[in-house]
């Protein structure tokens, strides 16, 4: 089993459209859990930090189910410049360990 | 300003050459990554480290080296071993502790020619 899994990709939405990424961990004693959107051939960017209270910012909300070991991304009222590759990131426990990356999911919003 | 910084951003490297990607972070983390990107594919990791001159393999260590002789510096070597090096290099670095995210280099494009 990989220690993220994330929703192959990728997803061809129209403009307004809502749409939401799945990820899941393997590793319960993983600290912190985040979204990042990576544009081509660019580092990837923080988007936003995954909380259990879940994490609202505009149009987008991040949620983490501790017990389930899942986190998701939800983009509503989808523009064109919300394309891109949106990766969810899981940090390594205090002991130490691999910051692990999913395999990201392609968006492409269309007019 | 803190962040981490990879030189160069565009390197060419001839066929049984080695070449060296530099990472630097003035941020005090503990841990730092490297990462492949090949076109269409997502992160996958080379070597880490969490402590000053200790370091672990990732998943495609083979044809790499690393060092870690300064908590702020955390270089990779491309070896003339690496058969197939043409990619994306990113470099990235968290504290161990507390839940900041992870800060990343602008990437480093390897082309072999």
């Known amino acids: 089993r990989k220690e993220v899994e994330q929703d192959p990709g990728p997803f061809n939405v129209p403009e307004g459209a809502t749409v939401a990424f799945n990820c899941t961990y393997s590793?319960?004693?993983?600290?912190?859990f985040f979204w990042y959107r990576q544009d081509c051939r660019k580092e990837p960017k923080l988007l936003m930090s995954?909380?259990?209270s879940g994490n609202e910012d505009g149009r987008f909300t991040a949620q983490l189910n501790r017990a389930s070991q899942y986190i998701s991304l939800l983009i509503r009222d989808s523009k064109l410049s919300d394309s891109a590759t949106y990766l969810c990131v899981v940090t390594p426990s205090v002991q130490g360990g691999k910051l692990i990356f999913g395999q990201g999911t392609e968006l492409s919003v269309k007019p | 300003d803190g962040g981490i910084t990879q030189s160069p951003k565009y390197l060419f490297r001839k066929e049984g050459q080695n070449v060296t990607l530099s990472c630097e972070q003035n941020l005090n983390h503990d841990a730092m990554y490297w990462y492949r990107q090949d076109p269409g594919q997502g992160l996958r990791l080379i070597y880490y480290s969490q402590i000053v001159n200790d370091f672990q393999k990732g998943d495609i260590a083979e044809g790499y080296s690393v060092s870690r002789e300064k908590k702020e510096s955390f270089p990779l070597t491309v070896t003339s071993a690496q058969k197939n090096p043409t990619a994306f290099y990113l470099c990235?670095?968290?504290?161990?502790?507390?839940?900041?995210?992870?800060?990343f280099g602008q990437g480093t494009r390897l082309t072999v020619v």
């Open positions: 990235a670095s968290i504290p161990l502790l507390g839940s900041t995210e992870a800060f």
């Open positions: 995954v909380y259990s």
């Open positions: 590793n319960s004693a993983s600290q912190s």
